[in-house]
């Protein structure tokens, strides 16, 4: 049975027991009219009561017993169907907001991966790979001074840059602390990453040589995530191994961890990353060379940048090579490309 007429029976129930006090009333009204007939000899013929009969009422007890016995019988049906529609409604309610929460994580996924595209088609991921030994404090302070303006040099450039910067400096086997390393940071952090840069002293070095391996190992564990990448290597000493330079050397067979430049120089050009060269003296052309045959074979470009005067060169020398790899990055050649680790 449906809704609709258990409806009809409940409403059919209430007009039965309406009728039957009703016709108790009347019952009760001729009654007290007869007791009032016995006590007085006026008895008016025009205030007739309807009279009810026996038989009338106990039909209408019957039909309403009748009435209470099928109601009765549906009750659990219809408290069944009651608890059936709760049910539902909070299974239904359940799910709605399930498909929200998963509609939700559907758009803050979106929202992730967008970003991830327009990192990697819009972002500068820019090292500064520096030698912070004893006689490296100018070029340091450097960094320090001008990547604010390097950064918005960017920004004229292309205004949807998304720029990064990190800064690895590193020394030499012999000394205590050899990396000072601060991973990307992007522009919101930049006064932060130049509050770090106050903490590294130019100290340390041991022989002629340093450890540049060290160095680009520590650069490539950074979290480079852009479309355009670049390391600007500022140094005025080699690596070590005698094939790098003519000079004293505490390790001439290379570096003592096992670190090979060329090996690290193949994963520069793996991960896509731009090398330039700040050049300080002509103690690193010997290393520099090495640099420039190892990428040609892997016909990628190698620049070397002149920073003998670091007050006046650094920035027009930097501000070049970042335009250089944005505007390389940016090729039509390049628009289709993926992010890459």
Not at 82 to 88: N, P
Request: with cysteine; net charge negative; hydrophobic share 35%.
């Amino acid at each position: 049975m449906s809704t609709s007429d258990l409806k009809g029976l409940e409403d059919e129930q209430e007009r039965l027991l309406e009728e039957l006090a009703r016709l108790r009333m009347s019952k009760k009204g001729v009654d007290e009219s007869k007791s009032r007939s016995k006590s007085s000899s006026r008895t008016s013929t025009r205030s007739v009561i309807p009279t009810v009969s026996v038989e009338q009422e106990e039909e209408i007890n019957l039909e309403l017993e009748a009435l209470k016995a099928e109601l009765a019988s549906l009750t659990p049906h219809e408290s069944d169907s009651v608890r059936s529609i709760q049910e539902q409604i909070a299974e239904a309610s359940a799910l709605n907001e399930k498909l929200r929460a998963s509609s939700s994580a559907r758009d803050a996924e979106v929202a992730k991966r967008t970003e991830q595209l327009n990192r990697f088609r819009f972002g500068l991921d820019l090292c500064f790979l520096v030698d912070v030994t004893y006689s490296m404090h100018p070029w340091i302070k450097a960094v320090r001074d001008k990547v604010g303006e390097v950064i918005t040099a960017a920004m004229t450039i292309d205004s949807r840059v998304i720029p990064r910067v990190s800064f690895v400096g590193y020394r030499d086997h012999c000394d205590e602390e050899r990396f000072f390393t601060i991973d990307f940071a992007p522009m919101d952090e930049l006064v932060n990453l130049q509050e770090q840069l106050d903490e590294c002293e130019a100290i340390g070095g041991g022989d002629g040589p340093e450890d540049v391996c060290g160095g680009f190992d520590q650069a490539l564990h950074l979290d480079w995530q852009s479309s355009t990448r670049l390391i600007i290597h500022i140094a005025d000493a080699p690596c070590h191994g005698r094939q790098y330079h003519n000079f004293k050397d505490d390790y001439p067979e290379g570096d003592p961890t096992g670190l090979s430049l060329e090996t690290l120089l193949g994963k520069v050009c793996d991960k896509r990353i731009d090398l330039y060269f700040g050049k300080i003296n002509n103690r690193t052309d010997k290393m520099t060379n090495i640099f420039r045959e190892e990428l040609r074979k892997r016909n990628k470009p190698f620049t070397i940048l002149n920073l003998s005067d670091p007050a006046k060169e650094f920035l027009p020398e930097v501000i070049a090579s970042v335009s250089k790899s944005m505007n390389a990055s940016r090729a039509p050649q390049n628009k289709t490309s993926t992010p890459k680790e």
